[in-house]
């Protein structure tokens, strides 16, 4: 599987806008690129996905590198709720997506400050 | 969206026994669900996929004698946790697929959790 690079950690203010970044060099054509979060003792949740162009959704954006081999997940106005652990992961468009696992790393852990 | 539901959300249970940790989905028919586990401060390990009606694909290192699971209808699956330990303490998340029989099939729905404490 190809693999994705994080920051460890991140810290942002409430109410600004918080940019994630995922490094995935090794990335292949028919590699989408997703984004779940967790909040702290919580199963994670989906957030967004790419393949080649920019994405909006009512959660974040995605702006995906015009070679893909990097991403950043925008959070536009960061609150409190955002504080979480944030995996970026490659699925590939060839698979089943339903039976497709998914293979985290270890994530951004986002801190937000009031 | 299509919700996913563990029970328990937490469990407590002595050395040597065993525990049932029940994933369903509530709204939506899961042919694939997944089963992981998360340490503290740890991300998370895929333990085994589970397909209705066949056997489990264990990951490798993961004993399935131990880890027993059941995926007898499309809408539950469970982990029995055989002769629990202390060390297998931790966080265990079901999720869910739909093998595109919705619209938003890309996305696996994860369940919230069962905290499992040995003791």
């Known amino acids: 599987d190809a693999k994705t690079t994080q920051p460890n950690s991140m810290e942002s203010n409430e109410e600004e806008p918080v940019h994630l970044p995922c490094n995935h060099s090794t990335i292949s054509g028919t590699d989408y690129i997703h984004w779940y979060r967790q909040l702290p003792s919580q199963g994670p949740e989906y957030v967004i996905h790419g393949l080649t162009s920019n994405v909006n959704n009512r959660m974040a954006s995605l702006a995906i590198a015009e070679d893909r081999k990097s991403s950043t997940l925008i959070l536009h106005r960061a609150t409190l709720r955002d504080a979480a652990v944030y995996y970026c992961?490659?699925?590939?468009?060839?698979?089943?997506?339903?039976?497709?696992?998914?293979?985290f790393g270890t994530g951004t852990r986002l801190t937000i400050i009031p | 969206g299509a919700v996913v539901s563990q029970h328990p959300s937490w469990v407590i249970c002595k050395s040597g026994t065993s525990v049932k940790i029940e994933c369903r989905s509530l709204d939506f028919q899961a042919t694939t669900m997944f089963w992981y586990r998360q340490f503290p401060k740890q991300s998370l390990m895929l333990m085994a996929t589970s397909n209705e009606g066949s056997k489990a694909t264990y990951e490798q290192g993961v004993e399935k004698d131990k880890f027993l699971i059941n995926h007898a209808s499309l809408t539950l699956s469970t982990l029995t946790v055989t002769s629990a330990h202390p060390e297998d303490s931790s966080f265990y998340i079901c999720s869910a697929s739909t093998n595109g029989r919705l619209a938003d099939s890309y996305e696996q729905y994860f369940g919230p959790g069962t905290r499992l404490t040995v003791t």
């Open positions: 992961i490659l699925r590939s468009r060839l698979s089943n997506f339903g039976n497709e696992k998914l293979t």
